[in-house]
């Protein structure tokens, strides 16, 4: 049963870093894609960025290219999201999630939310002026 569960949100400054992480508690992730994903009030859950099962290839929302850093490390069971340059409109709570049907993030499967689950309850960013 997996059990994901994300860390290291909180409340930064405008143009400030996080970094966010996630594990299993020290399992092993499962060998698909993983990806992030992120739920501000009242819109809809959107994707931020993915990870290929082996860490070969990552995708990017372009509101976040350049700034965040998706990566994992399977030998540790983490999965990371480095943010920087934040903005307000980072604010959200982020999800790592599963899609149990790919290997490799490619393309518009990659983003698309339905593809994808998601078991803990996020972690919450909060950007400030």
């Known amino acids: 049963q997996v059990q994901l569960a994300e860390s290291g949100g909180g409340l930064v400054q405008a143009g400030g870093s996080l970094r966010l992480s996630c594990a299993d508690s020290g399992r092993a992730l499962p060998t698909y894609v993983m990806s992030w994903f992120r739920q501000a009030p009242g819109k809809e859950r959107e994707f931020v960025a993915g990870i290929s099962w082996n860490g070969e290839r990552t995708e990017y929302a372009d509101s976040v290219k350049g700034r965040f850093t998706i990566s994992r490390n399977n030998a540790k069971n983490t999965l990371n999201l480095e943010m920087n340059s934040l903005k307000l409109e980072d604010t959200a709570v982020y999800h790592c999630?599963?899609?149990?049907?790919?290997?490799?993030?490619?393309?518009?499967?990659?983003?698309?939310?339905?593809?994808?689950?998601?078991w803990g309850q996020g972690t919450k960013v909060t950007v400030s002026i």
């Open positions: 999630e599963v899609d149990p049907g790919a290997y490799h993030c490619v393309g518009a499967a990659c983003y698309d939310p339905s593809r994808y689950y998601y």
